[in-house]
């Protein structure tokens, strides 16, 4: 089974903080992505990567950027934290755009900025 | 850009009746796919059905079936004989097959009644 995990379940930190959160994919999938939900909204995409080194901006970026070094890894980088990024983040992984592919979701990272 | 819209922020039904959700959504692509998600209190998201857009057959699995209508654009979800596990949001996502961007609707929250 595909896991995809997010290296904190809940997180506080203070406005100004550079935050890092990162997400571990499993089985070698190319695409990765990074989300938040919040209440009436869904879940809207801040950025994906396609592969290693690579990144799109997804609809809602700023205040965002993203690492991928490794194709396992993906990171969320908050550079200065603030309130309005209160949130709850998910991380996705997807194997390439084949008919019935389906995205693996992590647990989630629920993150208050103080 | 793509939209996906789901109209109804909550929704209950009995025990054991038959619940429909609704989703539209708008593209100009014409190589994409459908899914609905489910996200259960406090639980990870799981695909429930997806739906490939150049098939014209309603995908089903087990209780749960769509209803796809590609000229308008509508894209609903069935929910046979619901049972309490059914309790859960339940997300409309839409998959771009020429770039891989999920695009997700807000969410539709189910409760279902014994």
């Known amino acids: 089974d595909v896991k995809v995990t997010q290296s904190s379940r809940y997180l506080v930190k203070r406005t100004g903080e550079k935050v890092f959160l990162e997400c571990v994919q499993d089985m070698d999938h190319e695409n990765m992505f990074w989300y938040r939900q919040d209440p009436g909204l869904g879940l809207r995409l801040i950025y994906f990567s396609y592969d290693v080194k690579m990144k799109e901006k997804g609809d809602i970026p700023e205040g965002y950027s993203v690492s991928r070094e490794k194709k396992e890894r993906f990171s969320l980088i908050l550079e200065s934290a603030s309130t309005n990024q209160t949130s709850m983040y998910l991380c996705?992984?997807?194997?390439?755009?084949?008919?019935?592919?389906?995205?693996?979701f992590g647990p989630g990272t629920r993150l208050t900025v103080l | 850009a793509q939209t996906v819209t789901q109209s109804q922020p909550e929704m209950s039904v009995q025990e054991a009746e038959t619940v429909t959700l609704s989703c539209t959504y708008d593209?100009?692509?014409?190589?994409?796919?459908l899914f609905w998600y489910k996200q259960p209190p406090s639980r990870q998201m799981i695909l429930v059905i997806r739906?490939?857009?150049?098939?014209?057959q309603n995908a089903t699995e087990n209780r749960f079936s769509v209803n796809f209508q590609k000229a308008a654009k509508s894209f609903s979800l069935k929910i046979s004989d619901s049972q309490l596990g059914d309790t859960a949001m339940y997300f409309c996502a839409y998959l771009s097959g020429n770039t891989g961007k999920l695009i997700f609707g807000q969410g539709t929250t189910l409760q279902v009644k014994p």
């Open positions: 593209t100009s692509e014409s190589n994409y796919y």
């Open positions: 739906q490939e857009a150049y098939k014209q």
């Open positions: 996705a992984s997807l194997l390439g755009l084949a008919p019935y592919n389906e995205q693996f």
